[in-house]
């Protein structure tokens, strides 16, 4: 069993940065990131695997968030930039233990964190 925990969400203003953290307790071969706000379904944000390659949700984050990894620390990162209100939400750290292709989708992740808050005021 994979113990995932997320850290560093909080409230920040319109246009700021955010720099989430993940750490996973055992050896994670994808890591990614998912977001929730109120009333909407949980959506899908980036993806790193253990190379370090990346996929986005291009339409909402990209050219704004990166994520990253330390694959010694088995930590991922969700650095956010130039925050906007509809970037508030839960954030939830996901850890997918076996190889493959980078996924989108939620249920191919095995085990998931309880999430942090990022909230953007206007």
């Known amino acids: 069993q994979v113990q995932v925990v997320e850290s560093g969400g909080g409230l920040v203003q319109a246009g700021g940065s955010l720099r989430l953290s993940c750490v996973a307790s055992?050896?994670?071969?994808?890591m990614a990131w998912f977001r929730q706000a109120p009333g909407k379904e949980r959506e899908f944000v980036a993806a790193i695997g253990w190379s370090g390659e990346r996929t986005y949700d291009t339409d909402s984050v990209k050219g704004r968030f990166t994520i990253s990894r330390d694959n010694n620390k088995n930590t991922a990162y969700l650095q956010m930039n130039s925050l906007k209100p509809e970037d508030t939400a839960i954030y939830y750290c996901?850890?997918?233990?076996?190889?493959?292709?980078?996924?989108?989708?939620?249920?191919?992740?095995?085990?998931w964190g309880q999430g942090t808050q990022v909230t953007v005021s206007s």
């Open positions: 996901a850890s997918r233990s076996y190889s493959g292709l980078l996924s989108r989708e939620h249920q191919d992740y095995d085990y």
């Open positions: 055992g050896r994670s071969y994808a």
